[in-house]
């Protein structure tokens, strides 16, 4: 696929005249971090395992032991991750007021890690956990404590109940910050999609909502079309290069 200058230019063009930018990431913007994706072939996480299965609110409930086994583990290899150049970028491009928030998809917390301030984490995320009783929050590391001594699934100190991730399994309704991220959309211009195949729904209802798009994604996806911008090249290398043009403009 061509990846010549003037898409990278044409992307930062786009940028410099919207209004309001929205960027919405997914997986892809953090492989480059170490954390595999779920569709990438050979990389991907499907191919190991079936994470619908795994990370499933069903077998949290039901198969606990499953659940600490398996999708749990998913969860935890996340923690000690470090960003990526860009998340960086995004990071420094909220500062800057040229993008005006971030969707995320991940739960690895990268984008908060890296210094993002407006991060609608749709998905959930990796810092804490719920009872599903009392509704007390504790962070993800006591949780992660508990299980590892052998509390399955692991207990609320108050009132027992079962305590959970806040992170949307499979089969989970979607939270509010989805909401909440569904009306920041319908105010912006353009959306600079990052890493992700765009085929896991809801999310993928959001490309919809907006009239301009640019696709940031090493694969097609089913929004290509629709894209005045489709750059195939790694998330971080692509985000330089836009960022380059930008500060120029
Ligand atoms: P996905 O795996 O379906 O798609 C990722 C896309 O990123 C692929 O199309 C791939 O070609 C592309 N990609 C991979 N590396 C890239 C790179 N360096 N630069 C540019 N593109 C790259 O991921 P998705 O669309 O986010 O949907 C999967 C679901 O999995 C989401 O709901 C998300 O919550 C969850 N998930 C999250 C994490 C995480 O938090 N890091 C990791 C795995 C899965």
Redesign the pocket.
Known sequence: MYNGEDLFKKAADLIYVSKKTIVL?????????G??????PET???ENMD?MEALSAKVLFNEPKKFYKNGFK?LTS?INVEPNN?HYILAKMESMGIISSII?????N?HKKAGSKKVFEV?GNIRTATCVNCGKKISFDKMDEKVNEGQIPPRCDFCKGIIRPDV?MFGDPMPYEFEIAIEELRTCDLLLI???????SP?NYMPDLVDRIII????P?PFDEKAEVIIR????V?LEKIFFYLNRQ
């Not at 990052?194 to 896991?200: A, N, P």
């Not at 940031?216 to 694969?219: A, H």
């Not at 090249?233 to 971080?236: L, Q």
Request: aromatic share 4%.
């Open positions: 990431t997914g997986a892809g913007i953090s492989t480059e971090s954390i595999p994706d779920f569709r990438s991907g996480l499907w994470p998913i996340m860009a995320t998809q991940n739960i690895d990268l998905h949307v990052v890493g992700s195949s765009l085929l896991v999310v940031i994604n090493k694969t996806t090249d790694k998330a971080s692509a």
